[in-house]
């Protein structure tokens, strides 16, 4: 009887076991390539609508005025009227949010949820301007897309 070598068993056996090994490596690696692409989705649509909400703040809070306030009243869109007494306008619509007509958002993501809610100026108080802005990632779908909501409370300074 000869005893060097493998049986044929034993080569069936490891070539088994290997198998079980690269399906678990191979799931492992597809499972953290699609939670990278989902994060990569989620930056993307965060710094791009947290971007969005500075350029309105930058550009609202030092307004003599917000053109309509009336309180509690959702609005799609407003004017203000900056320091030189010029007037400017937001709006949200078709997926995006724009200064006077031009994009503020990115072509890749589409505005899902767009608010603007001012409350006008009392005693002692400057009137401000609440934001909501919400939507999703527009290069991925399915497990690896990516949803956020920001909102933000701007009060005007008063001069």
Do not use: W
């Amino acid at each position: 009887m000869n005893t060097k070598g493998f049986s044929l068993m034993e080569t069936l056996i490891v070539i088994g076991i290997f198998a079980v090994i690269g399906v678990i490596v191979t799931s492992s690696i597809a499972d953290s390539i699609r939670g990278t692409k989902k994060s990569d989705a989620t930056i993307r649509l965060r710094s791009n609508l947290e971007l969005s909400l500075a350029t309105i703040e930058r550009r609202v809070r030092n307004a003599k005025e917000l053109s309509p306030c009336v309180a509690g009243v959702q609005m799609k869109n407003f004017s203000y009227t900056d320091q030189d007494n010029t007037t400017h306008s937001f709006s949200c619509g078709g997926g995006v949010v724009s200064i006077d007509g031009q994009d503020i958002t990115s072509q890749e993501i589409n505005i899902t949820t767009c608010t603007f809610v001012c409350t006008p100026p009392s005693v002692g108080l400057p009137a401000s301007l609440d934001i909501t802005l919400s939507g999703e990632d527009l290069l991925s779908s399915g497990e690896q897309s990516a949803n956020f909501s920001t909102k933000s409370k701007l009060n005007l300074r008063s001069y």
